[in-house]
């Protein structure tokens, strides 16, 4: 397999782009985040919880079933160098460019630091307590992925095997581990993102990353898949209003069977949703080319600058006298335009762009030829009217 897919392109930048949502949503919940408002209503606490149930696996699904197209385009060195430089360039840059100001920004909104900035910024790289790399730890996941799990992969793509048949029951067979996981492990380790000692974490990501590598391998079993969208949609809603009704009063006691039960459906409900947006994306938008192009290139720059763009923003917005639909629709919307706008000025910079992990926009061959296409139509029907004027 050596073509691009629309509908995985398309799915991974709408994956980044709900970012600007679901992070302009985190003052307003009750998790704990870097800005927070006093009001905190419970609707905009569902939505956060209904988007981080299926968000990140999504995007696991999705950087694992690349691996295969960029082993047949580049090669195994050459994927590695290029995630080198799409994952690792803008993780670095980001964590020491634009991090620190938003750690910054979070000690003096909480009242924890009187520092200004350059005297704070040496204890953010020299103290644990400190430090952080905020929404860039999907980055550095994905490369630790990337690195321990390809030379196991590349076997496997190379031998070539070949499934002829796979029964429905095998996609939800995978409920069973990410369960496993869930009740097994998120009780020791809830979810603080630091790499070496989160396990839950690793463990859950890690399936659905080898997951997206098998659907590739195996398109048989993505068929399969592509074929339980309606089902796969209706148990993942279902099991999204089960962990709402759960959690309704506040996180059940770790071990007890409300907990077990909770974290059992988030299981159900991150498979199933993966496989609903994989099969419904399929369906709706593998023939869609226009602002593909443009929505490709800006989701890896969009990614690392949303968040800091939305930490700065939400200061002052969340003091505002105003209702919290208010302000979540202004921060929204003024969080998406100013990230759009640093998008747009770094692409003046080429050095920039890399260090965003993107690159100059290059138009695909069907778009180019389309558009081509489109262009002559309308040069040649230019030409029958004149002919038919004279």
Known sequence: MTGRRRDIDWLRAGAVYLLLLFHSARPFDSGSWHIKDSDRPQAVETLTGAISAWHMPLLFTLAGWSIVPSLDRRGADGLLRERRQRILVPFAFGTVALIPVCAWVEQRHKGNTEESFLEYLPSFFTSLDQFTWMHLWFLIYLYVFTTLYLPAMRRVHARGWQVERVPPWMIYAAIVPL???????????????????????FAFYSLFFVGGFLLT????????????????AVLGISALIGMALLAGNGMPATGSAAWIALHSLSAVA???IVVAALGYGAQLLAGSERG??????????????????????????????????????????ASTAATLLA????????????????????????????????????????????????
């Open 217 to 232: 391998c195996f398109p048989e079993v993505e068929r399969t898949l592509h074929g339980e969208r309606r089902r796969a």
């Open 343 to 390: 998008y747009r000025l770094a692409q003046r910079s080429s050095t920039l762009l890399w260090l965003l992990g993107s690159k100059p926009a290059v138009r695909t061959r069907s778009g180019a030829a389309s558009r081509s296409s489109r262009r002559g139509a309308r040069i040649r029907g230019l030409t029958r009217r004149a002919t038919t004027r004279s």
């Open 270 to 272: 991150a498979l199933c």
């Open 179 to 201: 369960a496993a996981v869930q009740v097994g492990l998120r009780g020791r380790w809830p979810g603080y993102q630091n790499l070496y000692d989160d396990w839950a974490n």
């Open 292 to 333: 593909l192009d443009f929505a490709r290139n800006s989701a890896m720059p969009v990614y690392v600058l949303h968040q800091p763009i939305i930490i700065l923003l939400a200061l002052p917005i969340v003091g505002l006298p105003a209702g919290v639909p208010l302000k979540l629709g202004l921060l929204v919307g």
